[in-house]
């Protein structure tokens, strides 16, 4: 994972989906990658994390390819809540497996 | 159950000086990683402990240490304080290894003069 990977900034209307993919070349392979939201003044939120596949929960899915190169957050039908900063995370395998965040997705959801 | 906690919230010190920042885990958790936050570098992993002893550590001069006591609460410590700390430090508690469902507490800002 390193600090380029995730578009800097996204913007979307009410009721939309939105998808937010990580792209982390030297993750762990034997590790899961994680998911934050964070908004202004607070620490990160947990939102989901998975190994391989899919994964679903009440607030997003998780899609992870075969070849774990990336990842994809959804977050269907988005809100003006939902304007936050979203953040991958993964153990990077090449750098004694320090944790590592993607540089951060700004959000941005109008009415 | 009480969240992550963190003190002090804000702190003002001089360059040269050091600071200890403390953070107490959820209860029943025993993993604690501590992270940088800056608008420049995002967020930078520092440490991360789990029962006492540092599992891991991110790229960070020896200025910056850290430890974790036998009931999960942790410090950590930066000496000769440079205008460059000034950042926000976070906190984070999971209740194993293994997981990133980490809960972060509000964290502490520090500013360096």
């Known amino acids: 994972l390193a600090k380029t990977t995730q578009p800097i900034s996204m913007d979307s209307y009410e009721g939309q989906e939105v998808n937010i993919t990580c792209s982390h070349n030297?993750?762990?392979?034997?590790?899961?990658i994680t998911w934050y939201q964070q908004f202004p003044s607070q620490g990160p939120r947990f939102i989901i994390q998975g190994y391989k596949t899919k994964v679903t929960n009440e607030v997003a899915s998780l899609f992870i390819p075969a070849d774990r190169k990336s990842s994809t957050l959804s977050l269907p039908r988005v809100s003006l809540s939902d304007t936050a900063v979203y953040y991958c995370?993964?153990?990077?395998?090449?750098?004694?497996?320090?944790?590592?965040f993607g540089q951060g997705t700004e959000l941005s959801v109008k009415p | 159950k009480a969240g992550v906690t963190q003190t002090p919230r804000y702190l003002i010190k001089t360059r040269g000086q050091q600071v200890t920042l403390s953070c107490s885990p959820i209860s029943g958790h025993r993993s604690v990683s501590w992270y940088q936050q800056t608008p420049g570098q995002g967020l930078q992993f520092l440490f991360e402990y789990f029962s006492e002893t540092q599992r891991n550590k991110g790229n960070f001069p020896g200025r910056f240490s850290g430890r974790q006591f036998s009931n999960s609460r942790s410090e950590m410590n930066v000496s000769t304080l440079e205008l460059g700390d000034s950042a926000l430090y976070l906190c984070?508690?999971?209740?194993?290894?293994?997981?990133?469902?980490?809960?972060f507490g509000p964290g502490t800002r520090l500013t360096v003069t």
């Open positions: 030297n993750i762990a392979t034997n590790d899961y």
């Open positions: 984070a508690s999971q209740r194993e290894e293994g997981t990133y469902e980490q809960y």
């Open positions: 995370l993964g153990r990077r395998y090449n750098q004694g497996g320090k944790l590592i």
